[in-house]
């Protein structure tokens, strides 16, 4: 298995385009924010690109270069690497931290679309 950042078809977004990319887009969107230096975010980034390939496009997944972005990383209160956020009609729905299975992914994002489908999004 080839873990190069270089072969991701995951998005990168960054603090200019947060807002476009996650906030007001329409349907739920997973956040990847890691270091793509770090061998434990080259692993799940290799999950979230076979999850991506294997979705149905409900869910959009994109990435953040936390080392690029310290703005954007204090602003959604990520401390750790990796974080992914579920975000829903612009609110982080689920959370996980660390490292996480395709399974605990795969959940969080039912429940995220479980949410999508809801009228409001807890916060």
Same mark, same amino acid.
């Given at each position: 298995? +080839?873990?190069?950042?270089?072969?991701?078809?995951?998005?990168? #977004?960054?603090?200019?385009?947060? /807002?476009?990319?996650?906030?007001?887009?329409?349907?739920?969107?997973?956040?990847?924010?890691?270091?793509?230096?770090?061998?434990?975010?080259?692993?799940?980034?290799?999950?979230?690109? /076979?999850?991506?390939?294997?979705? *149905?496009? /409900? #869910?959009?997944? $994109?990435? $953040?270069?936390?080392? +690029? +972005?310290?703005?954007?990383?204090?602003?959604? /209160?990520?401390?750790?690497?990796? *974080?992914?956020?579920?975000? #829903?009609?612009?609110? $982080?729905?689920?959370?996980?931290?660390?490292?996480?299975?395709? *399974?605990?992914?795969?959940?969080?994002? +039912?429940?995220?679309?479980?949410?999508?489908?809801?009228?409001?999004?807890?916060?």
């Amino acid at each position: 298995m +080839n873990l190069s950042s270089s072969t991701s078809s995951l998005r990168e #977004v960054d603090e200019d385009s947060f /807002e476009a990319e996650v906030l007001r887009c329409p349907q739920p969107v997973l956040v990847f924010f890691q270091n793509p230096e770090k061998r434990y975010c080259q692993i799940l980034q290799a999950t979230l690109d /076979e999850i991506a390939a294997d979705g *149905t496009g /409900e #869910v959009k997944i $994109v990435k $953040v270069n936390t080392g +690029n +972005n310290l703005i954007l990383c204090a602003w959604q /209160e990520v401390e750790f690497i990796p *974080t992914l956020l579920y975000f #829903v009609n612009g609110a $982080v729905c689920e959370r996980l931290v660390g490292m996480a299975e395709k *399974t605990a992914i795969l959940a969080k994002l +039912n429940s995220a679309l479980h949410h999508h489908r809801q009228p409001c999004c807890p916060k």
